[in-house]
């Protein structure tokens, strides 16, 4: 080994050290998974979800339906967890040759009035339906949450197209929604059984 070589391994052996030190490289301990409780304690960390819709972290995830099928039109849903005064969700529906149908964005804020649920309907290729400008809109009626789940029911406010209220129910990894019509149409309730997919655990 020539002085050089020598000299090169020394400033090398400098660096690894400092590095070393710093902390910057070395053994990393190994993380354990992060689970759905964890993303809940980091939300409210960084922005404390209001007490008015802390119950709605039960709706964060990825639902979709549970007889869902190659070839069937399903629904599908996910949900960000509350921060701040707010929740936002995203529904779309895959045809069954597995074109979107729609997609639904919706919005849950606390408001001076209460806590709204606010969503607007996009067609495949998001366009808007004819005539329609304004929002659908629903109030927070009820919430609770549990160790195994959680409940919120929303009852129509305006531009709901018929809908009376929708209630969310949640026991462990599957979610109900409950879509009741107001009376005299010609269907009353619609239900839609969603699972959480594994990723989101």
């Given at each position: 080994m020539n002085e050089h070589t020598s000299a090169g391994f020394g400033r090398l052996a400098v660096v690894v050290g400092v590095l070393l030190a710093l902390g910057i490289i070395g053994c990393q301990p190994t993380r354990e998974p992060v689970t759905q409780d964890d993303r809940i304690a980091e939300a409210r960390e960084l922005s404390p979800p209001h007490?008015?819709?802390?119950?709605?972290?039960?709706?964060?995830?990825?639902?979709?339906?549970?007889?869902?099928?190659?070839?069937?039109?399903?629904?599908?849903?996910?949900?960000?967890?509350?921060?701040?005064?707010?929740?936002?969700?995203?529904?779309?529906?895959?045809?069954?040759?597995?074109?979107?149908?729609?997609?639904?964005?919706?919005?849950?804020?606390?408001?001076?009035?209460?806590?709204?649920?606010?969503?607007?309907?996009?067609?495949?290729?998001?366009?808007t339906r004819e005539g329609e400008t304004d929002p659908s809109v629903f109030r927070l009626v009820s919430s609770r949450s549990s160790s195994v789940g959680g409940s919120a029911e929303f009852v129509a406010v305006s531009g709901t197209r018929g809908v009376a209220r929708v209630v969310y129910t949640r026991v462990h990894d599957l979610l109900t929604l409950m879509v009741y019509f107001e009376p005299g149409r010609e269907r009353t309730l619609d239900t839609f059984s969603y699972r959480r997919s594994p990723g989101t655990r």
């Amino acid at each position: 080994m020539n002085e050089h070589t020598s000299a090169g391994f020394g400033r090398l052996a400098v660096v690894v050290g400092v590095l070393l030190a710093l902390g910057i490289i070395g053994c990393q301990p190994t993380r354990e998974p992060v689970t759905q409780d964890d993303r809940i304690a980091e939300a409210r960390e960084l922005s404390p979800p209001h007490e008015s819709i802390r119950d709605l972290a039960f709706l964060a995830g990825t639902w979709v339906e549970s007889e869902a099928r190659t070839g069937v039109p399903y629904n599908e849903e996910h949900w960000m967890l509350p921060r701040g005064s707010s929740v936002l969700g995203m529904i779309r529906r895959i045809r069954k040759d597995g074109v979107p149908a729609f997609h639904e964005i919706t919005s849950i804020t606390r408001e001076d009035q209460g806590v709204f649920l606010r969503l607007r309907h996009f067609h495949g290729k998001l366009e808007t339906r004819e005539g329609e400008t304004d929002p659908s809109v629903f109030r927070l009626v009820s919430s609770r949450s549990s160790s195994v789940g959680g409940s919120a029911e929303f009852v129509a406010v305006s531009g709901t197209r018929g809908v009376a209220r929708v209630v969310y129910t949640r026991v462990h990894d599957l979610l109900t929604l409950m879509v009741y019509f107001e009376p005299g149409r010609e269907r009353t309730l619609d239900t839609f059984s969603y699972r959480r997919s594994p990723g989101t655990r």
